[in-house]
């Protein structure tokens, strides 16, 4: 890569973006202020793709939806997503001109389901009741995983830009809880205050939560991957303090269960417990509750937690309220009504993006809750795994729920058979994390936003990576 378009250009480059920015700014012409930051997309994209890379982990906490300052005519992420538009369009190019990605990535079991996944839902596109809705999705879907998992996975083969992507994020997440905290201590750490004091970084409470959760196994990684300085350990020890006061004061209950899941997931692969034991235990587990739903529902009825609370104890409860919790009850209607959407159009349901549209008719008058819309403008499923469902049929659930037992299979393989060290500790924290985020997917779905598909593929990304070096390393020493 040519240094003087690297850095000698660089400081120009910036000092004009800004007097431009400034300039605009004071002469109120907010959306033409986005020129800017557009020059600096398109210089990372076209000539440091691993510095556009890490600046869009660092930004994905950051970023904020113009939609705020449109008055909803576009929806975009910024700074990320005009970066990964524009990283998509030149790998492409790149590849197409030059091939440049390792055939090991592109060969990599994950990557061939992710290529199954993206071919379902380019097919579901064509059928799909709203096309136009559905291609902006593939196309999302296209530039989160292409430039972040593909071009990530090729760039982690220098496995020390692992540890900066995430620590990166990290940091950017952190400036987020410390923004919310603040601004939430303002009103006294009210619980409905709770719902929307992380605006405009976050939508909600929920998607907050879900990430401060993500970030914390990756934390204590960190902090037990190698020896620190005193001043390291002390920051480190910071930040996690700070992130489980932050999932504390999120008032998320799926953040905490998941983080719960998480650790019982860490005692499992501690204990080195084989992978089809524990696949048989899901299946028992499944089963049990299946034949006692009845007695399961009648506990649940009797539950009577509110979400509205402010102490723990009772707010972790409430996750079990089917009763009088609106938020508990709403979900239902939701999962019900993709479940019905499924029934309705098993093979390639209703299109990619297109459940928010589509569910109202579906919805059970039983089911029915105070924040229910005859009209279904409430958003999407609440599940990672009902969603797809939904609207890509029942194929979609299964390439869904495919996708995530092969990232973990072999993320956790990886794991048993990596050397000890550094990256031996980085990569169980990332499992974790990833726990928590398919855990709490259950619950909510968050992947078509740039706040967790940077994060979630950026770690199979690394998964990816870190087999292939392995792999090359046992064959040299053969």
């Not at 601004?183 to 990430?211: C, I, Q, R």
């Not at 549209?357 to 599940?383: K, R, V, W």
């Amino acid at each position: 890569m040519n240094s003087w378009l690297t850095y000698r250009w660089f400081w120009p480059l910036a000092i004009a973006v800004v007097l431009l920015n400034c300039y605009l700014i004071y002469s109120d012409q907010w959306l033409l202020s986005l020129l800017p930051f557009a020059l600096i997309v398109a210089f990372l994209a076209i000539f440091r793709f691993d510095f556009a890379i890490m600046v869009i982990a660092f930004s994905a906490p950051l970023s904020f939806n113009i939609e705020y300052i449109t008055d909803g005519k576009i929806g975009l992420f910024i700074p990320t997503e005009p970066l990964l538009a524009m990283s998509l369009v030149l790998i492409i190019a790149k590849q197409i001109a030059k091939p440049f990605i390792d055939r090991a990535i592109l060969n990599h079991p994950i990557a061939w389901v992710v290529y199954v996944y993206l071919f379902w839902i380019g097919m579901t596109t064509i059928t799909s009741t709203d096309i136009l809705v559905s291609i902006k999705y593939l196309i999302v879907r296209l530039w989160f995983i292409i430039p972040i998992m593909f071009l990530g996975a090729q760039l982690f083969l220098v496995k020390e830009r692992i540890r900066l992507f995430f620590w990166l994020y990290a940091i950017g997440m952190s400036i987020v809880i410390l923004y919310t905290l603040i601004n939430h201590s303002l009103y006294s750490f009210g619980e409905k205050e709770g719902h929307w004091v992380m605006w405009p970084f976050f939508k909600d409470h929920t998607g907050y939560g879900a990430m401060v959760a993500f970030v914390i196994p990756i934390l204590i990684g960190f902090y037990y991957s190698k020896k620190h300085s005193l001043l390291t350990q002390i920051v480190i020890i910071g930040l996690i303090l700070l992130a489980f006061i932050g999932v504390y004061f999120s008032y998320t209950r799926a953040a905490w269960l998941s983080l719960f899941a998480a650790a019982g997931v860490l005692a499992l692969i501690k204990f080195k417990i084989p992978f089809k034991y524990l696949a048989g235990l899901g299946v028992i587990a499944i089963l049990i509750i299946a034949l006692n739903w009845d007695q399961i529902n009648m506990e649940m009825a009797r539950n009577k937690s509110e979400h509205t609370t402010e102490n723990f104890d009772e707010r972790l409860q409430s996750a079990t309220n089917v009763t009088t919790d609106a938020s508990n009850l709403e979900r239902i209607n939701r999962w019900t009504a993709a479940w019905n959407m499924a029934m309705a159009r098993p093979i390639v349901g209703f299109g990619p993006g297109t459940y928010a549209m589509e569910y109202a008719p579906f919805q059970n008058p039983d089911n029915y809750t105070i924040i229910s819309t005859n009209l279904g403008t409430m958003g999407n499923a609440h599940s990672e795994y009902l969603g797809p469902m939904s609207e890509m049929g029942f194929p979609g659930l299964i390439i869904m729920l495919l996708l995530v037992a092969i990232i973990f299979y072999k993320g956790i393989t990886l794991y048993i058979r990596y050397p000890d060290g550094e990256f031996k500790t980085l990569l169980l924290s990332l499992i974790l994390a990833m726990v928590t985020y398919f855990v709490h997917g259950f619950l909510n779905n968050y992947l078509d936003t740039d706040k967790a598909a940077v994060p979630i593929w950026g770690a199979v990304a690394a998964i990816i990576a870190l087999e292939i070096q392995l792999d090359r390393k046992e064959y040299r020493a053969q």
